[in-house]
């Protein structure tokens, strides 16, 4: 193995809270929508934006709903930025220490700026060489693997994630899948499962 990538919600970090804040602080403005909540959000992780707007806006016309998310999207990312979110335990030590071993790289189902958002908030970005998104090539998940894989020439990596979106997305690059069991969604198989961030160790 020579490298880790990593999904970024449910994986290395809980940032419902500070999403849930920020898109509700547009949404208020609009008194025909309904102020969404955290078990909303949480039943969209792992999907890309423009599913993420049909399953929280259903009744919106397409046009209506894509302004309505850049607009929530531009305003997340400024909280982000300002608030992070919630790390989970013992995550900048592992990283610190698993980047000794392998390269670390971020592909996560978000949009332009979201990853930039994380690193500015939480000061991660020494750990990683390298991250992508479908915000930045319009590509799925699996694609945006493989492209980092060919981009800096991976030749054994692993993924590592907490959804079935992203066991898909390992099966689609051909490489293994690290199940984040502690994470927001549920995976039908896996190769490998950590109950906690920090059993990464363990493994690696």
Not at 13 to 23: H, M, Q, Y
Request: proline share 3%; net charge negative.
């Amino acid at each position: 193995m020579d490298s880790i990538i990593f999904d970024l919600d449910g994986t290395i970090w809980d940032p419902i809270d500070t999403v849930v804040s920020a898109w509700n602080s547009h949404i208020e403005s609009n008194r025909e929508l309904k102020k969404l909540t955290r078990s909303d959000f949480e039943k969209t992780m792992g999907l890309q934006m423009h599913e993420i707007g049909r399953r929280l806006f259903p009744d919106l016309r397409e046009k209506e709903r894509e302004t309505l998310i850049n607009d929530c999207c531009d305003i997340e990312e400024a909280y982000i930025k300002k608030q992070g979110g919630q790390l989970y335990p013992k995550v900048e030590d592992v990283l610190k220490e698993l980047s000794k071993r392998y390269k670390l790289f971020i592909v996560s189902n978000c949009q332009d700026g979201y990853i930039e958002a994380f690193y500015e908030a939480h000061n991660l970005d020494t750990h990683f060489i390298d991250y992508e998104n479908p915000g930045r090539t319009g590509l799925s998940k699996g694609e945006n693997i493989n492209l980092i894989m060919k981009r800096n020439n991976l030749s054994d990596p692993v993924y590592v994630g907490d959804t079935e979106g992203d066991l898909k997305a390992a099966r689609h690059a051909g490489i293994p899948f690290v199940y984040a069991k502690y994470g927001f969604g549920k995976a039908s198989e896996y190769d490998e499962v950590v109950e906690q961030f920090s059993d990464l160790l363990k493994l690696y």
